[in-house]
Structures are given as C-alpha cells and as structure tokens.
C-alpha cells in the first residue's frame, strides 16, 4: 500500500524526516518495502520558454532553439515539429534522469552543441503516448522545477502490510498507527453533509444471509451529474497509482483509500423495485461482471441482487448491467460488511481479486462501514451534486460485541522478559485506541478482527515499547533428555563422512522429478503433484538413483567426465494406499574411489569393488552379519552385476552396475556404479556395544588350495564346504585368484585360495597343519573339482 | 720394520686418499689386510721374532692393522653415503608438477550449514528433530493456528498431492513443532533443519529449500530469552560483534512475531548492494508460541510458554560463502560442490 506523506500529514501533523518516519513504523509496525521520492525522478527538469529557433545548418529535420529558464539559457536541438517562439516547456537539463528511463547528457547534434532536450508527456512518464513536445499552456514561472508544477513533489512510502493488519490498509489506519508511534494526535476527517430535501426514492434492504452479511448500509442519490472528478482528487488516485474514471467511480475508490471501506455505486433505475436483496446465489444462476466476465454462481456464494437479478458479487465485483454510465443521474450507494472467509472462498474460486475482496478477506470494521458510508455521501454531494433521496437502510442482526480483555502485567512482563510498568503498558495500549478501565481493556473497533486475546494485547505493548528495547537473557542451558532417534542424525553423520572419504562429493536435489524419465527407473508407485510448476518436476522420486544419474548427466554435459557423488534424501511413494517416505543415501560411482583423475579418463571399476564399500559402509555403520542376495529391486540395475544386502527381510543396501540401456539413454558413454543404502533399515541392526576379543600374535601358516570347479557354484559353497571341516585353526580364507581358462572346458573356473591358520595358544606345529589342511581337502572333494 | 711400518703408512695415507670407489676400496684392504697382504704377512712373520721384537713389534703392527682398518671402513661408509646421495639426487621429484591427487569428496554447503547451525545449538542445550516432508494439512497448517480460508495461508504456495488425504509438500519446517510437542512432553528444546517446498520459482525463489526450525518450551519462557538465543548464534555463525535487529512481523503460529536482521556481514552496516543500502540482512523469522499452537498440542499455555524460529539454510549459506544465485545449491555442478 503507497502512502503519500502529503495525504498523512492531512489526518498527522507529522514533522520527521520521511526516512525516519519510515524506521520508526519498521521498528514498530511494518515493513517498508521502499521510499518513493517523486521528485527525483524529474530532477533537472525545469520550465523552461523558447526565445528563438534557428533551422539547424546540417539537418533538414532539426531545428536549434534557444531557451531561457529563469535566469539560464540554453540552446537544444530538437527534432519536435510543434515548437514555436514564446512556447512553455519542459526542459530536460544535462544530468536528468526521466521516467522513461532516457539519460540526459550535453552533447553535439550534427555538430551543433545541445544542453538538454525539450519533453514530451510521454518522457515524463504522464501519458503513454504524446504528440510533440508537452506546451504548458498556463505559463507557469519559467525555471519551476517541473515536478513543483506538477505537483509531483511528495514522497511516498510503499507500505508491506502482513495479513494480521488488515486496519493499516488505509491512510486514517496509518495515520492512527503513526500517532499512536509518535504520540501525536489523528484530526478526524469530515463526514457531515447537509440533507435537508424530502426523500422521495424507496429503498428496501432485505439480508437473508446474516451469517455472510454482517452489515449493509444503502442509501439513494438522485440527479448526481457524472464527470471527471476534481484535479485534486485525481492526482491524489494517480499517486497512489489508481486510474482516475469518473467522479462516482473516483469517489469510491477514494474512501476506500483514505478510510480503508469498500464501496460499491450503481444505478438505482436499474435496480428492480428499488429492493436490495442480500442472498446466496441460486445454483445456475450468473452475472455479467464490470470485468466483462461471465460469472457462474453457486449456493456459497454471496450476492447482492434485486428482485429478479444479481446485481453484484458481494465484496468481491459489481455487475455489468447496474453499472453506472455517463447519463446516469439515480445511484444506490452501498456499504457494507461481509464475512472474510465466504468473501476469500469465492474470490478464489472464481479467479476474481480486487482492491475490494482484498480488505474484506482481512476482515473490516464494523463502525467504519458507517463512517465510510457518510464520507462518501458528502464527497458525492459535494462533487456530484444531487440529493439524499431516500432513508439510509443500515440492516444488521447486531453490533459485534465489545471485546474486552484484562491486563495483567505481570504476564505481560513474565512473556517479554521485561519490567515495563503497568503505567506506561496503559499509555502505549490507550495511544493504540484501546480504552483501560480498572485493568479492562476495550478493544477499538477496528482493531477486533485481530486483537482477541491476551497474547495480541501483549504483541501490542511489546512492538510499541520496542523490540529492540528488550534486553538479551539467556535461558539456562538444561540439558533434557535426548529423543530415541538421536542415534539416526549421528549415522547419517557418519555415512556422509564415509562417501566423502570415499571421494564422493555429495549433492543436495530436488524431489521432484519426471514422470518420463527411463521406465526401468521407478521402482515404486511415486506420490504426483496435483499442481506441479513444470511437467517435468510432478512426481516425487521413488529413490536416489534418478537424482544421482540426472546431476551426473547434467556434469557430463557440462564435460566433467569423472564423478562420484552421493545425496543423503529422502525418497517418497504410495503402498496400499499409504504414503511411505524413507531417508536413504545413494552413491553414485564413474571411476575408482579416492584415485587421481587429472591424468588417465577413466580409473577401472569393478563390481566386486562396489560389493567392497558396501561391506565397509555396513561394517563403519556397525553391522556385522549382513547376507548378499541377487538384486531384484532395482530394475535399472545391470541385472547379472548387481546385489542387495541384507538381513531377514530388511533390505539395507541395493548396488551394482548401472544397467547399459540407463547409461545409453542418457547418452553416458562409460561405465556407472550405483550404490543405495537403507539407513532406515540399517538402524535396526545398529548396535554401539562394542566387546574386546583377545587376538592372538602366534605366527600364521598359510596353505595354498587351487581348483577348477563348475561355474555354477557360488564362492560362498566352496567356503562353506571349507568350514565343513570344522578346524579349529583355519583363521581365514583368502580368494587368491579366479582364473577362467578353457583347460576343463567353458563351463569350469579355476580358483586359487589360501588357507591361513594360526593356535591362539602357541605356534602351530608342521604336522598339525598337515593334518588340519588334509582334512580341508577330504571336505571339499566332496565337491565336483580338480585339483590343479 | 719401523721403516716398513712408515712406507705402508704412507703408501696407504696417500692410496686411501685418492681411493673413489669401492673396488679401489676393497683392493686396498686385500693389498693389506688380505691373506697375502702386506701387512698379513708381516703379522704372521711375527713368530720368527724374539721375544722383546714382538713385544716392542706385536702391537705396533696390531694397531697398523686395526688403524687401516677402520680407515677402510669409514672409506667405504663415505662412499656408499655419496653413491646413495647421488642415487636419491637422481630419483629427484619435480615439486612443481601437478600432483596425483587422492580425492576427498566434499558435504553440500546447506549440509555444512545445517551441521554448523546444530552445533551452536547444540551448545545451548538444543537437540536434534526430524519430521516428514510429505505432510498433511493439519500439522503443515491447522495445528499452527493457519485458519482455512484465511490470508495467512497465501503467504504459502503450497504443492498438495494426489492422495486420498490430500497430502501435501510441507511449506516450512514448523510441522515437525507439532511431532515434536505431540510426542514430547515439555520441556521441549530442539532444532528441527530440513527441505521444505513452496510452488514459486523465479531468480531468488527456488522451489525446493532448506529451513532450520527451533523451538524452546518451557516454564517462563520470554521474549527476552529468544532474542539472547538468536543473538548468541548470530554471532557464533557470522561475526563475534554481529548485531540483531528485530521488527514486527506476523506468522500465525507465534505471537508476538517477529523478523530478524543481522548487521550486513559484507559491509558490517556502512551499507551495500547485498542489504540494500540498508545495512541489515533479514534471516529468519521468530517469535512466542501462539497459545492456540499450544493448545492444539494439549500443552497449558498458563502453564508454559515458548519461543520459536526458523531460517533460511540457502540464505545463511548465501551470506557465509557468498553464493549469488539460488540454482547453483541444486545444478550440484562439479565446481561448484568441491568448493566447499
């Protein structure tokens, strides 16, 4: 909201610097988002009369003219065609800087020296379109600054209003707020006319709906003449940018500035039976909105109608066919209260936002809809001409109740943290237009959509003695007992630290993604936006892979080739109807961890790499007795490299190779390795004990085994088949290497592993391991192998 | 034989001086103290002499042997020490060349930001909270005093979700007050960092952001106690001397609210084009628990009061590494994120 400070000082006899004016109301009220100062942009513009035109000697199209501006002269080149001698301009001097955004510097035109420009309405940003040069034809005295001529000189504050101070949105509610800050009184603004012929016009006011129409004031005005409002009404709407339109219109939109009341005029013959109806809409039933829009109505919404028709979309637009035109003489003028949520419902439902809807979606003051009302009658009494030809109709159930609250002090201190005493809360809430009585306090009027509570009355007192005024305590540092999940924050800590020791840079996504992304990447039902920004952000992601391969997608386009990543994210989708989000952490791999990648493209990486941080992250994490399985959750995952590892039922990692159709999709030509991790899952496992198991330092002996066995069995057979043995020495199984030879034919590999073992109690003899190590190949030949 | 003793001392000072490599080394010592060396044999002539001769003979030849010796020996350390010198000299690295890095990822900057946030908290007794991003309209809403239809919610553009329960994308991180205050009986201090989605995007509004929610319930808590805490992080987060600005603002789940300003930390207040020429930074917003907020919680509030405040992760990181544009946190391009 814009407040011209020359309309303030109107209702407060303000004398602070306008800066100051507006660190004041930033300490104590409200954001300010900007001081306007008019003048400033026509600075260096003065009135200037041209004394003689030469034609210019190089240019057809030129003249040179010379002009004098009080006690300056000056000569400008000028391409206008309506210039003649003795004409009063606008001069634009070196150094202006015009509203429409044109620098004026001295320079030479065509070789002839030019000191400014003459201005055009459309330069000085008064019209938006302009025929020659601006001719101010009422001479004024010449070197004026324009802006003083204009009476463009007032500065303006634009005000950011939050949606509790609804009363603000006025120049009477800034005014009051400014006295009440500087301690100043408010003058009260004029409402009396004179009504003193016999009213001839029926009018009858019916409201059905009393719950969405608190009150309705109308009243008939005959043989009003339409016309353009007074200058000084339109330049006080032009400053606060509101298109002057005629005298009824300005009238109206000039209350609702200066007193905050929505008005609404139209014509009284087209007003069926001169009978106001306050009613629902019926179902079915439209109006022709003054927008020029077809409005479809509904049961919850409110209208004002005639007899027969809608005549206006209550607080909201007024209707097309009672609108008032030019040879309109008969008018209804009407103010009312509507209920905010009803007023906000509609507004919303059809798309419809006015300066009107706005302020009865906060909420207005019931005794100003009176107020409102009466200025308006004498402003359109005074500019329109005319009579009051009928009773004022005022219909309401009730006037809201008077809220009163008590003042308890020390509550209010005990909150702030302040010692402010009883005395000065008393002067600060009576400057506020609250009334104390016996520590009783009475809300004003227009204030009661808001203050209802002793917790407002205390938001009074505190931004009013000042925020700033508030001395620092700090509260004891308690220690309370930590939530059961406190241990989940310290191993996402921990992940996070694992990847970027890892080398894995981490990345922060949306959770939006596309729908349209390869289909083998949405692992889950995802949750869809209902009102996504873009189609290509309306799903949420059903895990971190999409995120990882986008980002890397987007850095290999962007020619970084080598990157490790992961997120720590949450993920999102729908089982059974319910909504399931999980925090996972994916990891994303291009080249081998921790390896140079200045020099060489592309480090080797090898699944069973991957397979190895996935057993490091678990073991860092503290989980030992993790199994791996075939994947058969990531589908976009390389379907033979690719692994889950878990425990019971819990999943608590997926990794592998990315599938090559994911890596040709997104036109990646090398590699990929994705690894997602279910810390979710994971904590359950979790367990901080650690115990102390004696080791042994006796010297290990290590026997070689080698083999070639059928492709088909799984490393994990071969050791178990080991074990079998039960030796009490075997420490460890080492795989030394896989060799896939054809000696036996394709479907047979050849494994090479070393046994170690070691006697806790003393160092093991020749021939206990000779022994143990017999008993090792007796087992295994139980599988189908040759040694060899 | 004393004349003997004196030419082989000479012969062997003047020799082991000129000696440069081991071979020459190793011939002096088999010339001397080899089987046939000289002074070998001159040892094992010693059992043809009398008795006195050996005794005056016996250790002078002793010592010739033993001083030679050692000057072999400290020779032939002299020149291993100058062939590893020029070995090492020649296995010389040049420093200057790039070297083979071992990589060490990097945490986002709203991660370091969140983690530093906690730890000032941390310090002040606060615990660390989570709550769910998809949210319904209760606890993103109605339990923080947000009426239907009423202008408060405009200030949030929400994202809402096809579900039966017509879920939503959690507009800030005050629904986890709620979990929390359900969950917890007071007292009830904790820190709550998180994402949070509005439906605005433009150059200095992204979709997606991060906010760090807190949250201090208890008996007597004030107004005076929050304007400590919020100071005591601004000046651990930016500068020891950083100054608050609080001004009147209104959110409905507190009462009264506030904004906060922190002293421009890019021109500590003279003004710039960061704060606008005004010298002061907005970065969070605060105030007292609304009764209602309480209420709805089942918490007394003539009983307890509390304080509450929220933040804008991308915002502090703004400030801390001056990043100037909100996209960069989520493009995660490669030079951006090792930056950090």
């Known amino acids: 909201m814009l407040l011209p400070i020359n309309w303030l000082k109107e209702l407060v006899d303000i004398k602070e610097e306008v800066s100051h004016l507006a660190e004041r109301l930033i300490e104590h009220s409200c954001e300010i988002d900007e001081i306007i100062d008019q003048k400033k942009k026509f600075d260096k513009v003065v009135v200037g009369e041209i004394t003689k035109i030469d034609k210019h000697p190089d240019a057809d199209k030129l003249v040179v003219c010379q002009i004098t501006a009080g006690t300056n002269q000056y000569q400008i080149v000028t391409g206008a065609t309506n210039v003649f001698v003795g004409a009063v301009i606008p001069v634009a001097l070196d150094g202006a800087d015009l509203p429409n955004g044109v620098l004026i510097k001295n320079s030479k035109l065509r070789g002839v020296d030019s000191n400014g420009m003459l201005c055009s309405e459309m330069e000085l940003g008064l019209s938006d379109e302009a025929k020659g040069i601006m001719i101010l034809t009422d001479k004024p005295k010449l070197g004026t600054p324009i802006a003083e001529y204009l009476k463009m000189n007032d500065q303006l504050l634009d005000v950011s209003i939050t949606p509790n101070r609804g009363d603000l949105l006025s120049i009477r509610g800034l005014a009051r707020e400014i006295s009440a800050i500087f301690e100043l009184p408010v003058k009260e603004i004029d409402i009396s006319y004179t009504d003193k012929i016999k009213h001839d016009a029926p009018l009858e006011v019916i409201n059905e709906a009393t719950d969405l129409c608190a009150r309705y004031m ?45 008005l609404h005029a139209f014509s009284y013959e087209k007003l069926a039976d001169s009978t106001i109806v306050v009613r629902r809409a019926k179902n079915g039933e439209t109006i022709q909105a003054l927008n020029d829009q077809k409005v479809e109505l509904t049961d919850k919404d409110l209208i004002i109608a005639d007899k027969k028709v809608p005549v206006a979309l209550a607080g909201i637009i007024g209707g097309m066919q009672s609108a008032i035109h030019d040879d309109t003489t008969d008018i209804v003028l009407e103010a009312a209260s509507f209920n905010p949520s009803n007023v906000r419902k509609s507004s919303f439902l059809k798309g419809i936002r006015t300066e009107a809807s706005q302020r009865f979606e906060k909420g207005v003051d019931f005794q100003n809809v009176e107020f409102s009302f009466k200025r308006a009658i004498k402003l359109i009494l005074e500019i329109c001409g005319g009579y009051v030809a009928s009773d004022i109709c005022d219909v309401f159930e009730k006037e809201p109740e008077v809220v009163e609250l008590k003042l308890r002090p020390e509550r209010v201190n005990s909150l702030l943290g302040t010692e402010i005493p009883k005395s000065d809360m008393i002067s600060i809430l009576t400057r506020l237009g609250f009334n104390v009585t016996n520590d009783l306090i009475t809300v004003p009027s227009w204030r009661q959509a808001e203050v209802n509570r002793e917790a407002d009355i205390i938001e009074e007192i505190g931004r009013i003695y000042g925020y700033n005024n508030i001395e620092l305590k700090l509260a004891p540092i308690t220690n309370f007992e930590q939530p059961k999940d406190l241990s989940f924050f310290d191993m996402n800590k921990k992940i996070r630290e694992f990847f970027t020791l890892q080398g894995n840079s981490e990345i922060v996504s949306y959770s939006m993604v596309s729908p349209d992304e390869h289909p083998a990447i949405m692992n889950k039902k995802p949750l869809v936006l209902k009102n996504p920004l873009t189609s290509y952000e309306s799903v949420l992601r059903t895990n971190l892979f999409v995120s990882l391969i986008k980002n890397y997608d987007y850095n290999n386009r ?79 995952l390389h379907p033979g490299n690719s692994s889950k590892a878990s425990i019971g039922k819990d999943t608590l990692a997926v990794f592998g190779e990315v599938h090559p159709d994911i890596t040709k999709f997104y036109g990646i030509k090398n590699k990929l390795f994705f690894i997602e991790i279910m810390p979710e899952n994971i904590k359950k496992y979790i367990s901080d004990k650690k115990k102390y198991k004696k080791f042994s330092l006796y010297p290990t002996v290590r026997r ?27 420490k460890d199984i080492v795989l030394v290497d896989i060799y896939d030879g054809k000696k036996y034919g394709d479907d047979k590999i050849n494994f090479a592993v070393q046994l170690i073992f070691q006697d806790p109690e003393k160092t093991l003899e020749e021939e206990t391991v000779n022994r143990e190590f017999s008993k090792i190949v007796e087992s295994v030949t139980k599988l189908d192998l040759i040694f060899g | 034989m004393h004349k003997q003793v004196e030419t082989i001392q000479n012969d062997f000072a003047s020799s082991i001086q000129k000696c440069l490599d081991l071979e020459t080394a190793d011939k002096i010592r088999v010339d001397l103290l080899g089987k046939k060396g000289t002074v070998t044999e001159l040892l094992k002539g010693m059992k043809d002499l009398s008795i006195e001769d050996k005794k005056i003979y016996g250790p002078l030849l002793n010592q010739l042997r033993d001083s030679i010796n050692s000057q072999i020996e400290a020779k032939i350390s002299q020149i291993n020490k100058e062939i590893m010198n020029k070995q090492l000299l020649s296995e010389k690295s040049d420093f200057s060349l790039p070297s083979q890095k071992t990589k060490t990822g990097t945490l986002h900057p709203i991660t370091q930001v969140i983690y530093e946030a906690e730890s000032i908290f941390k310090e002040l007794g606060f615990v660390v909270a989570e709550g769910p991003e998809v949210e319904t309209d209760f606890y993103n809403f109605e339990a923080l005093n947000f009426p239907h239809d009423h202008p408060s919610r405009d200030m949030h553009d929400t994202f809402y979700l096809d579900t039966k329960e017509n879920h939503l994308l959690r507009t800030h991180t005050s629904n986890v007050q709620i979990h929390v205050m359900k969950k917890m009986a007071p007292p009830v201090k904790v820190i709550m960092p998180g994402k949070v989605f509005r439906s605005d995007s433009d150059v200095s509004h992204s979709p997606v952001f991060h906010q760090i929610e807190g949250l201090y319930v208890d008996k007597n808590v004030s107004f005076a106690n929050l304007k400590a805490t919020l100071q005591y992080f601004t000046q651990r987060f930016f500068l020891k001397d950083t100054n608050i600005r609080l001004r009147p603002s209104y959110f409905p789940f507190t009462e009264p609210s506030v904004e906060v300003d922190v002293q421009c930390v890019i021109c500590g207040g003279k003004g710039c084009g960061v704060c606008k020429q005004t010298g002061w930074l ?15 919680v089942n918490i007394d509030p003539e009983e307890y009061s509390g304080f509450a405040f929220g933040m804008g992760v991308e915002r502090l990181a703004m400030l801390k590494y001056g990043i100037d544009n909100i996209k960069l946190y989520y493009d995660n391009h490669a030079y951006f994120l090792e930056q950090f």
Do not use: R
């Open chain 1, 704 to 730: 070689d085994l080698s083999f070639w066995i059928d492709k088909n069995v799984s490393f994990e057979q071969i050791v178990q088949t080991i074990n079998k043995a039960k030796s009490p020495f075997l």
């Open chain 1, 558 to 636: 962007h020619l970084v080739a080598d990157l490790n990543t992961f997120e720590v994210g949450k993920i999102y989708y729908s089982e059974n109807d319910k909504v399931v989000e999980e925090l996972h952490t994916g990891a994303l791999f291009s080249s081998s961890p921790n390896k140079a990648t200045t020099t060489k493209s592309q480090t080797n990486f090898s699944f069973l790499e991957l397979k190895g941080i996935c057993e490091e992250i678990l073991t860092y994490l503290g989980i030992k007795q993790t199994k791996f399985f075939q994947n058969d959750i990531f589908e976009f």
């Open chain 1, 218 to 262: 109308g009243v008939v005005i005959k043989g009003i003449k339409i016309a353009p409002s007074p200058e000084w009404m339109q330049n006080k709407l032009s400053k606060v940018n509101i298109k002057p339109i005629n005298n009824i219109v300005d009238i109206t939109n000039y209350v609702l500035y200066e007193c905050g009341q929505p």
């Open chain 2, 282 to 296: 907005e970065v969070l917003g605060a105030g007292m628990v609304d009764p209602n907020v309480l209420k709805n």
